[in-house]
T-cell receptor, first 112, second 113 residues
Framework: GENVEQHPSTLSVQEGDSAVIKCTYS??????FPWYKQELGKRPQLIID?????GEKKDQRIAVTLNKTAKHFSLHITETQPEDSAVYFC???????????FGSGTRLQVQP | EAQVTQNPRYLITVTGKKLTVTCSQN?????MSWYRQDPGLGLRQIYY???????DKGDVPEGYKVSRKEKRNFPLILESPSPNQTSLYFC????????????FGEGSRLTVL
């Protein structure tokens, strides 16, 4: 089955700086890569996703890049704000298994 | 309001006492799934269902059962809970298939003594 590794496990940045979270996946059949944000005590919520036919996708201050050859994808947050503080999960979907496998999460703290 | 509703939100029980965590969605979604969240391990899938009467094992199905008799409901059953099932559980649904947003419930924190 799919295995998703996520790094770093914790990340602390100053407000206004950029943050990058990286994930690698094992199954070359995976073709859907979402990112979820989980604020403290809340449920995970989708913030951005990318499919394998696209190399990069942006939505305001967040962007995701995908390198299918190397089997890794990354989340980029620019001009970070305190409300970006949360746990971020990457995930990869194996179409054949119809299952979504999550990474172990990155706790991002944005220092004001 | 579109939502996924789980009950109970908090539960403390003892080893071996059967329990059911209910999950209901009002969005007419075909796909439903259960995850458990443990520190450092992320969200691990327990079971999922592509549609009524269609269920399949996720990555950590041992000790759990599910059923999908109606489209809106997907209960998680722990026949004989053990302390290693102490966790935060999330039910989630999406319209169908693989891609697309997964809508999560608020979570159910279970403690097994």
């Amino acid at each position: 089955g799919e295995n998703v590794e996520q790094h770093p496990s914790t990340l602390s940045v100053q407000e206004g700086d950029s943050a990058v979270i990286k994930c690698t996946y094992s199954d070359s059949a995976s073709n859907y890569f979402p990112w979820y944000k989980q604020e403290l005590g809340k449920r995970p919520q989708l913030i951005i996703d990318i499919r394998s036919n696209v190399g990069e996708k942006k939505d305001q201050r967040i962007a995701v890049t995908l390198n299918k050859t190397a089997k890794h994808f990354s989340l980029h947050i620019t001009e970070t704000q305190p409300e970006d503080s949360a746990v971020y999960f990457c995930a990869a979907a194996d179409t054949g298994r119809r299952a979504l496998t999550f990474g172990s999460g990155t706790r991002l703290q944005v220092q004001p | 309001e579109a939502q996924v509703t789980q009950n109970p939100r908090y539960l403390i029980t003892v080893t071996g006492k059967k329990l059911t965590v209910t999950c209901s969605q009002n969005m007419n979604h075909e796909y439903m799934s259960w995850y458990r969240q443990d520190p450092g391990l992320g969200l691990r899938q327990i079971y999922y269902s592509m549609n009524v009467e269609v269920t399949d094992k996720g990555d950590v199905p041992e000790g759990y059962k599910v059923s999908r008799k109606e489209k809106r409901n997907f209960p998680l059953i722990l026949e004989s809970p053990s302390p290693n099932q102490t966790s935060l559980y999330f039910c989630a649904s999406r319209i169908s298939g693989v891609g697309g947003e997964l809508f999560f419930g608020e979570g159910s924190r279970l403690t097994v003594l």
